[in-house]
């Protein structure tokens, strides 16, 4: 019978033995899984840390974009105010040389007058006093 029991007692420590490896490979492949459960986690943060980053790229992208065509909005306006004033001085300045003119005109217009009267005052005079046939 010591022989039965023993094997008996064999038996039951092959059984606990066994009972205890097979929950220490379950505890080993829990373990394994909570790591590539974590990996995974991990991976995917960093992925979506790699997308937050990509969008902020984008969006500062987008941002100097827009602050160039404004810069360049701002110089076409300042090149177009710029041309508006060259063309007014110029029409100012075609105007004044137009009153230059005008004024020129009327002076030569003036002393052409004055110089014929002038003329006519002094025929006159001499018709008066010489009672010149031509003038009466």
């Not at 373990?31 to 984008?58: D, G, K, N, S």
């Not at 003119?101 to 010489?130: H, P, W």
Request: net charge negative; hydrophobic share 5%; aromatic share 2%.
């Amino acid at each position: 019978m010591s022989s039965t029991r023993s094997f008996k007692e064999e038996e039951e420590e092959k059984v606990v033995s066994a009972r205890y490896t097979w929950g220490e490979e379950e505890e080993e492949e829990e373990e394994e899984e909570e790591e590539e459960e974590e990996e995974e986690e991990e991976e995917e943060e960093e992925e979506e840390e790699e997308e937050e980053e990509e969008e902020e790229e984008e969006e500062e992208e987008e941002e100097e974009e827009e602050e160039e065509e404004e810069e360049e909005e701002e110089e076409e306006e300042e090149e177009e105010e710029e041309e508006e004033e060259e063309e007014e001085e110029e029409e100012e300045e075609e105007e004044e040389e137009e009153e230059e003119e005008e004024e020129s005109t009327r002076l030569d217009i003036d002393s052409s007058k004055s110089r014929s009267s002038r003329e006519s005052r002094a025929k006159c005079r001499l018709c008066s006093e010489q009672q010149c046939e031509g003038h009466g």
